[in-house]
C-alpha cells in the first residue's frame, strides 16, 4: 500500500514538474510548437510540389508564403468589416450612453451611490488604464518576434523534416520501429486533420451564420459572422461568446425582441448543425476528444501558454491520444480522452448516407 502511494505521488510530482517546464519555457516552446503544427498542414502540398520537380527550399518558401497571404487575407476582411462597424460609432456611442444612464440609475436607487460618486469611480479606472499602455506595446512588440520566429521555424521544419524523422526513428529500438513509424505518420495525420478540418468548419460557419443573420437583417451580419466563426478555435465557449457579444451589440443598436430571440435560434440550428453533420464529416472520431477532456485540455493550455495555449491544447492533445494508442502503458489514458460518441455520430451519419445512396 505504501508503494503504490509512493508510485502515485512520484507520478503526480512528475506531471507538476512537465507543466511547470511548460510554463516556463513557453517562450521558447510556444512558437516552435505552434510552427510545427502549422507545418504538418503545408506537409502534404510540399510533397506534391517536389514531386513536381520544385526544389525543396523553393517549396517551403512558397507553403511559408501561402500562409502568410491566407493571414493577411483574413486580417484585411476583419479590418474592412471592422472599418465599415466603426461608420456606426457616433450612434453606437449615443445608445451606449443611454444604456449606462439607465445603469447608473439603477445602480443609485439599489446601492445608494450617485451618479457623480459613479463618475468618479470610472474615471480613476481609466486613470489606471494609462499604465498598461506600456504593457500593450510590449505585448505588440512580443507578438510580432513570436510570429516572425514561427514563420523561420515553419520553413525549416519543412526543410529538414526527414533528417528529424530519422532523429525520431533513431530513438525507438529496433524492435519498435514499426511502432514509431506509426506514431510519427499518426501524429503527422491527426494534426493535419484537424487544421484542415477546423479550417473546414470555419467557413461552414461563415456561411451558415452569414445567412442566418443576413435573413434576420442584423447590423453588420458579416462582421458577427465572421467573428462567430473564428471563435471556433476555441471548443465550446466560442461561439457561445461570438454570439452573445452579436445579441449585445445588436440590443444597443436597437434590434427588437423577436430579432434577438432569431439570433439565440440562429446559433441553436448552427450549433446543432455542426455537432451531428459538419463533426462528423469534416472531422472525424479520430480528432474527437470527449467534452470533458476538449474543456480541460483548454484550461490547461491556458494556464500554461495563454491565449495560444487555447489553440493549441486540441491537436496537442489529439496527438498525445495517437501516442498513447500505440504504448501499451498509455492505452488506458488514450480510451480515457477519447469520444465515443463522435464515432457513434460518424457511424450514424455514415449510416444514413449509404441508405440514401441505396435508394
Given amino acids: 500500500m505504501i508503494a503504490k502511494s509512493s508510485s502515485l505521488l512520484r507520478k503526480l510530482l512528475i506531471l507538476y514538474l512537465v507543466f511547470a517546464g511548460l510554463h516556463y519555457a513557453r517562450s521558447f516552446l510556444m512558437p516552435l510548437t505552434i510552427s510545427t503544427v502549422l507545418a504538418t498542414l503545408f506537409l502534404p502540398f510540399c510533397k506534391w510540389l517536389e514531386s513536381h520537380k520544385v526544389p525543396r527550399g523553393l517549396a517551403a518558401f512558397i507553403c511559408l508564403l501561402i500562409l502568410v497571404l491566407f493571414g493577411g487575407g483574413v486580417g484585411w476582411l476583419l479590418g474592412w468589416e471592422i472599418s465599415q462597424l466603426t461608420g456606426?460609432?457616433?450612434?453606437?456611442?449615443?445608445?451606449?450612453?443611454?444604456?449606462s444612464h439607465g445603469f447608473q440609475t439603477m445602480v443609485?436607487?439599489?446601492?445608494?451611490?450617485?451618479?457623480?460618486?459613479?463618475?468618479?469611480?470610472?474615471?480613476?479606472?481609466?486613470?489606471?488604464?494609462?499604465?498598461?499602455?506600456?504593457?500593450?506595446?510590449?505585448?505588440?512588440?512580443?507578438?510580432?518576434?513570436?510570429?516572425?520566429?514561427?514563420?523561420?521555424?515553419?520553413?525549416?521544419?519543412?526543410?529538414?523534416?526527414?533528417?528529424?524523422?530519422?532523429?525520431l526513428m533513431k530513438l525507438a529500438p529496433m524492435s519498435q520501429?514499426?511502432?514509431?513509424?506509426?506514431?510519427?505518420?499518426?501524429?503527422?495525420?491527426?494534426?493535419?486533420?484537424?487544421?484542415?478540418?477546423?479550417a473546414k468548419m470555419i467557413a461552414c460557419l461563415w456561411v451558415m451564420y452569414s445567412i442566418g443573420f443576413g435573413i434576420l437583417g442584423v447590423h453588420h451580419f458579416l462582421f458577427f459572422a465572421i467573428l462567430c466563426g473564428l471563435l471556433e478555435i476555441v471548443p465550446f465557449i466560442g461561439n457561445i461568446t461570438g454570439?452573445?457579444?452579436?445579441?449585445?451589440?445588436?440590443?444597443?443598436?436597437?434590434a427588437s425582441l423577436p430579432m434577438l430571440a432569431g439570433i439565440a435560434c440562429v446559433y441553436g440550428t448552427v450549433q446543432f448543425f455542426q455537432g451531428w453533420v459538419l463533426e462528423p464529416l469534416i472531422v472525424g472520431p479520430q480528432v474527437k476528444i470527449n467534452p470533458l477532456f476538449t474543456i480541460i485540455a483548454v484550461v490547461v493550455g491556458e494556464l500554461v501558454w495563454g491565449i495560444p495555449?487555447?489553440?493549441?491544447?486540441?491537436?496537442?492533445?489529439?496527438?498525445?491520444?495517437?501516442?498513447?494508442?500505440?504504448?501499451?502503458?498509455?492505452?488506458?489514458?488514450?480510451?480515457?480522452?477519447?469520444?465515443?460518441?463522435?464515432?457513434?455520430?460518424?457511424?450514424?451519419?455514415?449510416?444514413?448516407?449509404?441508405?440514401?445512396?441505396?435508394?
Fill in 108 to 167: 443609485m436607487q439599489y446601492t445608494g451611490l450617485s451618479a457623480e460618486r459613479q463618475s468618479e469611480m470610472i474615471k480613476n479606472q481609466e486613470s489606471s488604464l494609462s499604465d498598461f499602455i506600456p504593457i500593450m506595446a510590449g505585448s505588440l512588440l512580443y507578438t510580432i518576434t513570436n510570429t516572425i520566429l514561427s514563420l523561420v521555424y515553419i520553413f525549416f521544419l519543412l526543410y529538414y523534416r526527414d533528417h528529424i524523422r530519422r532523429f
Fill in 88 to 99: 456606426d460609432i457616433t450612434e453606437l456611442k449615443r445608445k451606449i450612453l443611454e444604456v
Fill in 177 to 198: 520501429q514499426t511502432e514509431m513509424t506509426q506514431i510519427i505518420q499518426g501524429a503527422a495525420r491527426v494534426s493535419q486533420q484537424y487544421l484542415v478540418g477546423l
Fill in 243 to 254: 454570439t452573445t457579444l452579436t445579441i449585445l451589440i445588436s440590443s444597443v443598436e436597437g
Fill in 309 to 359: 495555449g487555447i489553440f493549441l491544447a486540441i491537436p496537442i492533445t489529439a496527438m498525445f491520444k495517437i501516442i498513447s494508442d500505440h504504448i501499451e502503458h498509455l492505452k488506458p489514458y488514450g480510451f480515457l480522452i477519447g469520444d465515443i460518441e463522435a464515432t457513434n455520430k460518424q457511424n450514424w451519419l455514415t449510416e444514413k448516407i449509404e441508405n440514401w445512396r441505396q435508394k
